[in-house]
C-alpha cells in the first residue's frame, strides 16, 4: 500500500484525526456541578468582573484557531475549503503533539477578504491566537494586515512567516557549512508569493543585504509595469534600496554568480547546468513540494554545498512544524499582542542552535528533537 | 470550600475543561508522513472531487459549534461573551462523555442577530451540527430560524428546545404518576421567552390542548397591545386556536384548576396557597434556576404530587444534558438537515421510557444512566 493509500484508510478508520477531550473528570453528580452548573457559575462571575481572568480560567490562553479559506492548500492549489480539512487536522495535532497547543480549524467558505476578515474578527474571543493557514496571495497579505490591526491577539499566516523562520533557520546553518556570511551572500528567491515575499521580509530583517525576488515575469522591480502589487512592490523597494546594482532581469542571468537559490515557486525550473553558474559552494533551498524546483541529486550534480528541500525523504527537509508550534506556544505564553521580526529571527537562531555542528546533509533539527517547540517558544517570550 | 469556591479552584489549575487529542499516533517519520504531508494530500484530493467524503474523512460529522452571543448566560444574564466560556466548556466536555460528541465554543463578540447569523453561516463548513447556547430572546428565534434556513446542517437553541424535550419527557411520566394525559390537562405557561414558548410549541405538537402562556404582563392573547412580538404571537395563535375560552388573565386567574405549571420564569413567583387553587395531583415544574418559581416544599405543602426544578439537589431535575448530546448524535448520525417537532418528540419519549415504573420522586432518569445517549440518538435517527 502506498503512503497515500495508507492514509485515506486511516483518514477513513478514525473520521479525521481531531477530537476534543476533557481536562476535568465527569463521572459524577459531584464532578458535574463542578464542571458544569452550579459551580461554573462562580467562573462566568469573576470573568464578567475581571475579564482578564478569562485567560486564566478558560482554554482560551491554550486555544488558536487555524484559518483557511482553502485557496492554497499545499501543493494542490484552490481546492476549496473543506478539501483543506485533513490539512487544517493534521496542523491541530501536530500543534497538540509537539507544543501541548488546543488548535481547531475553522473553516471559512468565502474567499473574499472582507468576509475572512470580518468573521475572525466576530469568532476570536474564543482564541488566543489566530494562525492563518493555505490562503492564496495576494488575499492572504490583506487578511493578515487587517486582522493584526484589528485584534489584540497575535495574527499569523503559516505559509508565509513560519516557511521563512525555518529557511532562516537552515540557511543560517547552510552559511556555516559553506563559511559565508549572510550579510556577504548573494540570494536569489524564486517566487513572489506568499511565501517567497515573507522571506525576503525576513532575510532583510536577518541583515542579508543582496537579493533579487522572481516571479513568473522575472526579476520584481519597483514600478514594474506587469503583474506587480503592492506587496511586491514594498519588497522590490526594499531589496532595490540594500543592492541597486544590475543582476540581470530573468532567473538564469540573476543566478549566474549567486549564492542561494531559494525556490518557492514550480516544479522542475532549475537545472544542474544552471547550479553550475552559480558561486563556489552553493546553496539550494529547493521548496516547491512535493516536485522541488531541482531535485537533490541534479543540484549536487551542478555543484550545489547544501540542498534542502519540503520533502521528509531527503536531508534538510524545510517543515514548518519545525517552528510554528513553538512560535504560538511562545506568543500564547507571553500574551503578546502580535509577532515582531525580532521574535521571528530569534525563533530561526533557536532552532539553528539546535544542531550543534551543522553539516551539509544536517543544517535543521528533526521535528521530533526533543524540546524543540520549548526552545522556540522561549526564545520568542525573551524578546 | 464551597461548590463554587471548588469550582473556582479546578477552572485555575486546569485552565479551562476543554482540550483537544489526536485520533491518530504521531510518533515517527512515517505516523507524520499519513496524518501531514505527503500522505495527507489524498483525503483532501478525494474530497475536492466528492465534496460528501467529508462526512467519512474528517472530523465534521463528529464535530458541533457551540454557538453564544453571551447575552443570556444560565441565569446570570447578558454576562458578556468571555465570561459565557466556561459554560460552553462545560457543555463541550459533557458532549464528549455522554455521546463522544467533538463541540468546540464559539463566542461571538457581537449580540446583533444579523452578525451572528452571518458569522455562523461562513463558519459552517468544519461542523456537522451548530449549537446556539445562552442567546436571548427575541434575538435567539430569528437566529435560530435565519440559520435554519439558510444553512443544510442541523441548528438548534438549546435553551429552547433540549429544555422542552426534557420537559415533555418529564411530563409523560408526571402525568402517568398522576394517571392524567396530556390532551385532557389544563397547561400553565410562566415565561415567554426561549424556553417558554419553546416549550409551548412542542406540547402543543406533542396533542397537548389546553395551554396558557404567560410574561410578566399576564396572559399572552393574539392582538395583545402590549409587550408582544412575533414569536410571542404565534405561540397564542396555536394556544387560543386549540382552546379559546376564558381562563382569566392573570397567574392566580389561570392557575384555578390547571393540572400543570411549568415555570421557566423567575424566582418566588407563587406559594403554597397558590398550587392549593390548582386541580388535584396537580404537577408542579418550577424551573427557575438556581431559585425556583417555588420550592419543593412548598410545593408539596400546597398539594402537588410531582414536582421538578432544574436542581441536582431535589428530585426529577430537569437538565438539558439528559438531551443535547443524544439529539445532536442522532442528528450528525443520520445526517440530518434539521431537527422536525417528531424527532424532538421522539427524543422526549425514548427519555421518558428510560423509567419503567415512575413515582413522583423519579420521572426522569440522571444523565449517567447507562445507555441514555444512544437510546435518545437511536430515537431521533428512527424518524
Chains 1, 2 share one sequence.
Not at 60 to 68: D, P
Not at 220 to 249: C, H, L, Q, T
Not at 335 to 348: C, D, V, W, Y
Request: charged share 20%; glycine share 8%; aromatic share 4%.
Amino acid at each position: 500500500m502506498s503512503i497515500q493509500e495508507e492514509s485515506l484508510a486511516m483518514h477513513a478508520a478514525h473520521r479525521g484525526k481531531l477530537e476534543i477531550a476533557s481536562r476535568v473528570p465527569l463521572e459524577t453528580v459531584a464532578d458535574l456541578s463542578l464542571a458544569y452548573t452550579p459551580g461554573v457559575a462562580e467562573a462566568c462571575k469573576v470573568i464578567a468582573k475581571d475579564p482578564s481572568r478569562v485567560w486564566d480560567l478558560t482554554m482560551r490562553g491554550r486555544s488558536v484557531a487555524i484559518v483557511t479559506d482553502g485557496s492554497a492548500v499545499l501543493g494542490l492549489g484552490n481546492i476549496g475549503v473543506e478539501a483543506g480539512l485533513p490539512v487544517m487536522e493534521g496542523k491541530a495535532v501536530i500543534y497538540k503533539k509537539f507544543a501541548d497547543v488546543d488548535a481547531w480549524p475553522i473553516l471559512i467558505d468565502s474567499q473574499d477578504a472582507s468576509v475572512i476578515v470580518e468573521t475572525v474578527k466576530h469568532i476570536a474571543p474564543t482564541f488566543g491566537a489566530i494562525h492563518l493557514e493555505d490562503i492564496a496571495a495576494p488575499r492572504c497579505f490583506e487578511v493578515e494586515e487587517r486582522l493584526m490591526r484589528e485584534l489584540d491577539i497575535p495574527v499569523l499566516h503559516d505559509d508565509q512567516h513560519a516557511t521563512a523562520v525555518v529557511v532562516l533557520a537552515g540557511l543560517l546553518n547552510a552559511l556555516r557549512v559553506a563559511g559565508k556570511s549572510i550579510e556577504d551572500v548573494r540570494i536569489v528567491i524564486s517566487g513572489a508569493g506568499a511565501a517567497g515575499l515573507a522571506n525576503a521580509h525576513l532575510l532583510l530583517d536577518a541583515d542579508a543585504m543582496h537579493i533579487r525576488v522572481l516571479d513568473t515575469k522575472g526579476v520584481i522591480v519597483p514600478g514594474r509595469p506587469e503583474g506587480m502589487n503592492p506587496y511586491k512592490e514594498a519588497v522590490a523597494k526594499r531589496v532595490f534600496e540594500k543592492d541597486g546594482s544590475d543582476w540581470g532581469a530573468n532567473l538564469q542571468g540573476v543566478l549566474r554568480g549567486a549564492d542561494v537559490f531559494l525556490g518557492v515557486s514550480q516544479p522542475g525550473l532549475l537545472q544542474a547546468k544552471d547550479i553550475a553558474t552559480m558561486a563556489p559552494k552553493a546553496i539550494v533551498f529547493a521548496l516547491s513540494n512535493p516536485t522541488p524546483e531541482i531535485m537533490p541529486e541534479e543540484a549536487l550534480a551542478g555543484g550545489a554545498m547544501v540542498v534542502a528541500t519540503g520533502r521528509s525523504d531527503f536531508p534538510n527537509q524545510v517543515n514548518n512544524a519545525l517552528v510554528y508550534p513553538g512560535i504560538f506556544l511562545g506568543a500564547l505564553e507571553g500574551r503578546r499582542k502580535s509577532f515582531s521580526p525580532e521574535a521571528k529571527i530569534a525563533a530561526a537562531k533557536a532552532v539553528a542552535n539546535m544542531i550543534s555542528h551543522p553539516t551539509r546533509d544536517e543544517i535543521l533539527p528533526s521535528v521530533f528533537a526533543p524540546g524543540l517547540s520549548r526552545i522556540v517558544a522561549d526564545a520568542v517570550k525573551a524578546v
